[in-house]
């Protein structure tokens, strides 16, 4: 049975490291993408009004033109646009690291099924990579937005940068520990921790040994069949020795 939040050995200290950044992360883009608090009151989705002082001059009369709406400039339709994406990615994204830290265990990938998997394809299944490929476009789609955002206020950014609300600084927030501090966590762990699939082939070898040299009963056969794979998913010495 699974437990939460195992942080036994490095390898699952560096997945629960990397997860609550991503979460956290995750968290800032949600709130900077549905608040207004940017700049002066405004958001990513307010409309600004585009029209000019001279048009409204030239209509005859209210009564006979109707009044000028506010309409989307190219700049406000593309933040919004990658608002959207970043939010989708930063929900996907959250719920799989929420899962990487709270249901995976150092046990998950030393079952059967999966290190047949494994040693078939030559290749280890890693959270922390996984979690680096999902939420890097994240923070990136969202600090496209960001940008656009800063580099469409910054004559008024500038003049006043006080009018800068908490939604533009935890913007700020989510796409550095997104595309700062994640990778060179994720960095760090791949100096630190080793690579667990020579040790999953060595483990898958012992195990058929061991499967081999026991006479075969019918009789018994599913009970040591049963024990066995047991033996091998808790990772006993006598089915399993790493170093």
């Not at 690291?97 to 394809?121: D, G, P």
């Amino acid at each position: 049975m699974m437990k939460a939040l195992e942080l036994d050995d490095l390898a699952t200290r560096f997945r629960f490291a990397e997860a609550s950044v991503g979460v956290l992360g995750c968290l800032s883009v949600g709130y900077a993408v549905w608040t207004p608090c940017w700049f002066g009151g405004r958001g990513l989705w307010t409309a600004e009004n585009t029209t000019t002082g001279t048009d409204s001059i030239q209509a005859p009369s209210p009564s006979l033109s109707p009044a000028p709406t506010p309409s989307l400039s190219p700049a406000l339709e593309a933040e919004q646009v990658f608002a959207v994406l970043s939010f989708l990615m930063a929900l996907a994204s959250g719920l799989l690291c929420l899962i990487f830290a709270c249901c995976w265990t150092s046990q998950t990938v030393r079952s059967y099924s999966n290190t047949r998997a494994l040693l078939m394809v030559g290749q280890a299944l890693f959270p922390t990579t996984l979690m680096l490929i999902t939420l890097a476009p994240t923070g990136f789609f969202f600090l496209v937005c960001w940008s656009l955002f800063t580099k469409q206020h910054w004559e008024e950014i500038s003049a006043d940068p006080g009018s800068l609300g908490s939604s533009y600084w935890l913007g700020a927030l989510g796409w550095a520990l997104l595309l700062g501090v994640l990778p060179g966590v994720f960095l760090v762990e791949q100096c630190l921790v080793p690579d667990p699939l020579p040790q999953l082939r060595e483990a898958a070898e012992k195990w058929w040994r061991v499967r081999a040299c026991q006479p075969y009963d019918p009789r018994s056969f599913s009970e040591g069949h049963a024990q066995t794979d047991s033996a091998f998913l808790r990772g006993e010495k006598r089915y399993m020795s790493f170093p």
